[in-house]
């Protein structure tokens, strides 16, 4: 049996929703492939527990006097909510590391936690215990992050009225240009930058582990480790070494088999995340350009979405397949899919790339309008979709990505960094080689530990 000082526990802290847990349940899965314990700590308000695909995983709450909710960041606003959150859970997770310190024999190697939620480092300041951020978005947007966080709003603002300011790339950080950097959704710009100061600040982190890969983002992961300063430890993709499925949404699998019936790559799918949706406007537009278009849609509309209209619902029905939540990673590897509509977030971005399928790109706010750019821009491999989006565009868009030669080259070139990604998480790869630096690290200190009787 294995000494439980060989076995030592990582505390993770999810910012709980999808988009982050995801990621997070991912590197836990990688982690305890490696040996490491995974507790779980998440606020009251979550609706996640052990039976939900995470075998062996200990699940820990923090009580909490602001519930995590979409609605809940809706009434404060994203930027208010976050800031306020950090600031009256900080006791509260002290409290339950302490106990599950008690409890466990001080069996902790490492706090593991969300950018988003930095209140996670005065707990292993006051318990000595290492802490490491995790960040489930770009390292071009974790360096943008950086650069907001060094900017005066008020001057900013007043610079951003001159159109050749507007459009100057950002240092070292070709093509994203200053109007390019993300600060929209935010609210007032003031607040925000105080946020990027607080999510840009490691405080007593020994490291930065982060879901993307050298291959992808080498020259802003260089940047991204001169303003920490400290080890950064490039893993991603993530989804591709997670064990098991770590959507928090049932799946409907209906859609697998209605793809088995469609010609190769001639399906175009469509998700805009758990979160965003589209106006009732855009929804009638695009789906009468996806029945102009002729192509055989899959498409994702969740529980709460705004109704599509009679008469949209009517050709969707007969032309596409409409599901709540679909197994996306199994739909994105399914040799019908030739394109994804995505909103481009970070994880859809990745398990797209990670397939070798092109985009169209609707991005909302924030770093999706990032990712859309290196897409379009930088990779290659996607078209980007702005402003008000009308039916010929959007028949415009998928005719080139699923029927013409210009779709085939961004085809090609995602197919070329779909052997990339999955290069890097084998034997030998930049993802592989940084996480057994990471658990090497991890176990030094256990020995470190053991030899000098801390209890950090």
């Not at 900017?151 to 951003?160: G, P, Q, T």
């Not at 695009?286 to 055989?296: C, E, F, R, Y």
Request: proline share 5%; aromatic share 8%; with cysteine.
């Amino acid at each position: 049996m294995e000494k439980k000082a060989e076995k030592r526990r990582i505390v993770l802290v999810p910012f709980p929703l999808q988009g982050h847990i995801t990621p997070m349940m991912q590197l836990g899965q990688a982690l305890n492939l490696k040996g490491f314990s995974i507790t779980v700590a998440l606020g009251e308000s979550n609706g996640i527990s052990s039976s939900q695909h995470f075998p062996g995983f200990q699940f820990i709450t923090i009580p909490e006097s602001l519930p995590v909710s979409v609605s809940e960041m809706e009434a404060f606003g994203p930027v208010e909510f976050l800031l306020k959150l950090n600031n009256t859970i900080e006791a509260s997770f002290k409290e339950c590391i302490s106990q599950l310190l008690i409890q466990q024999g001080n069996d902790i190697a490492c706090i593991i936690y969300d950018d988003l939620l930095y209140f996670c480092e005065a707990a292993a300041k006051e318990f000595k215990i290492p802490s490491i951020i995790f960040s489930t978005t770009s390292a071009t947007h974790k360096v943008c992050c950086c650069v907001l966080s060094k900017l005066n709003a008020e001057k900013f603002l007043i610079d951003m009225e001159d159109t050749d300011l507007q459009n100057k790339v950002v240092e070292n950080l070709h093509p994203v240009s200053f109007k390019d950097l993300p600060i929209r959704g935010f609210g007032p710009l003031e607040r925000f930058l105080v946020l990027c100061r607080e999510i840009s600040n490691k405080r007593s982190a020994c490291g930065a582990i982060i879901n993307t890969a050298s291959c992808l983002e080498s020259s802003s992961l260089t940047l991204m480790q001169q303003e920490f300063g400290i080890p950064v430890y490039p893993l991603g993709p993530l989804h591709i070494t997670a064990s098991t499925r770590s959507s928090l949404l049932e799946e409907d699998r209906s859609c697998i088999e209605w793809l088995n019936i469609q010609k190769p790559r001639s399906v175009i799918y469509i998700s805009m995340g758990s979160i965003f949706e589209m106006e009732t406007k855009e929804v009638s537009e695009v789906a009468n350009g996806l029945g102009d278009s002729n192509q055989p849609f899959l498409w994702v509309i969740r529980p709460g979405s705004k109704p599509l209209p009679e008469e949209v619902s009517k050709m969707v029905s007969e032309k596409g397949f409409v599901v709540k939540w679909a197994p996306q990673k199994e739909v994105l590897a399914h040799p019908a899919v030739g394109g994804f509509w995505s909103h481009c977030g970070w994880n859809s971005t990745m398990e797209s790339i990670a397939e070798g399928v092109p985009m169209i790109c609707r991005p909302f706010d924030g770093e999706q309008k990032l990712n859309a750019l290196y897409i379009e821009s930088v990779w290659r491999i996607g078209i980007l979709l702005q402003d008000e989006v009308e039916r010929g565009e959007v028949e415009r868009a998928v005719k080139r990505l699923i029927v013409d030669d210009e779709g085939a080259g961004m085809r090609e070139r995602a197919l070329v960094l779909k052997e990339k990604l999955n290069a890097s998480v084998r034997s030998g790869g930049s993802s592989y080689d940084s996480l057994n630096e990471l658990v090497n690290y991890l176990k030094t200190e256990q020995k470190n530990a053991k030899t000098s009787g801390s209890n950090y």
